[in-house]
């Protein structure tokens, strides 16, 4: 049985089209970019819309979703799941799942957003289970 333990987290490096983002995981939110034009959400962070090319907006996410995808990486130094989260306003992040038994995890999953700090005290935005 594997278990959630983390490791070290590299801290992200905020870029000006990204810092509202970190800003507001400090704050314990994940935010989102929505098109003011199409309404799309989009995720990574970017000025302009992909979908229709429009102006967005940061919007406040619900930080629920589930599995897509996932891989347990039990030949590492410190053993971890990473995974494809579809959120529930639709885009897909990649992300790792924490504090959870490994082999309990799977596709179609609910998980919730939780944050976890980097090596500089970063909050970066991870999943757990649900339920």
């Known amino acids: 049985m594997m278990s959630a333990t983390q490791g070290k987290i590299?801290?992200?490096?905020?870029n000006v089209e990204t810092?509202?983002?970190w800003d507001g995981a400090n704050a314990?939110?994940?935010?989102?970019?929505?098109?003011?034009?199409?309404?799309?959400h989009h995720f990574y962070p970017r000025a302009l819309c992909p979908f229709c090319y429009g102006e967005t907006d940061w919007v406040e996410a619900k930080g629920t979703g589930e599995i897509y995808?996932?891989?347990?990486?039990?030949?590492a130094q410190v053993p971890y799941?990473?995974?494809w989260v579809s959120?529930?306003?639709?885009?897909?992040i990649m992300t790792n799942?924490?504090?959870c038994d490994f082999d309990k995890i799977r596709i179609g999953q609910r998980v919730k957003v939780t944050f976890?700090?980097?090596e500089n005290g970063q909050r970066v935005q991870m999943f757990e289970p649900a339920d």
């Open 10 to 14: 590299a801290a992200p490096v905020p």
């Open 19 to 21: 810092q509202a983002y």
């Open 28 to 40: 314990g939110k994940l935010l989102l970019k929505k098109c003011r034009s199409c309404g799309q």
């Open 69 to 75: 995808s996932f891989s347990v990486m039990r030949r």
């Open 81 to 83: 799941a990473i995974a």
């Open 87 to 92: 959120l529930a306003e639709g885009p897909a």
């Open 97 to 99: 799942i924490v504090n």
């Open 116 to 118: 976890v700090p980097a």
